[in-house]
């Protein structure tokens, strides 16, 4: 069992940047990828970025990319999430998610292909 606490949320001006973490504990080395989703109140859950454990291939939703990073600090057991240029339309709760087979590389921002969820922070960006 593989339980993720996330943390780094927040309110920011529209430009400004959060980093969020994700720290994962218990079966660890079950995990074969990590990534970050986000949900709006009415709306369905979005995958942000992904990354296979063990320093391999990221992935991104086109509307973050070229301003968010995901990356792993495997000796900590904590995935990141570097979000630069914010703006309003990335206000949402975030979720970090843990996967314990390897996805196929195409649904790896897709929800269901992860079986273990954190429980969400709060991201507000203000115009």
């Known amino acids: 069992q593989v339980h993720l606490v996330e943390s780094g949320g927040g309110s920011v001006e529209a430009g400004g940047a959060l980093r969020l973490s994700c720290v994962a504990s218990?079966?660890?080395?079950?995990?074969?990828?990590m990534a970050w989703f986000r949900q709006d109140p009415g709306k369905a859950r979005e995958g942000v970025a992904a990354i296979f454990t063990g320093g391999g291939t990221s992935y991104y939703a086109d509307s973050v990319k070229g301003r968010f990073t995901i990356s792993e600090d495997s000796a900590k057991s904590t995935v990141y999430l570097q979000m630069n240029r914010l703006g309003p339309e990335d206000t949402a709760t975030y979720y970090c998610?843990?996967?314990?087979?390897?996805?196929?590389?195409?649904?790896?921002?897709?929800?269901?292909?992860?079986?273990?969820w954190g429980q969400g922070t709060q991201v507000t960006v203000s115009s």
């Open positions: 218990g079966a660890t080395s079950s995990v074969k990828a």
């Open positions: 998610a843990a996967a314990n087979r390897f996805p196929w590389t195409t649904y790896m921002l897709v929800a269901s292909e992860y079986s273990t």
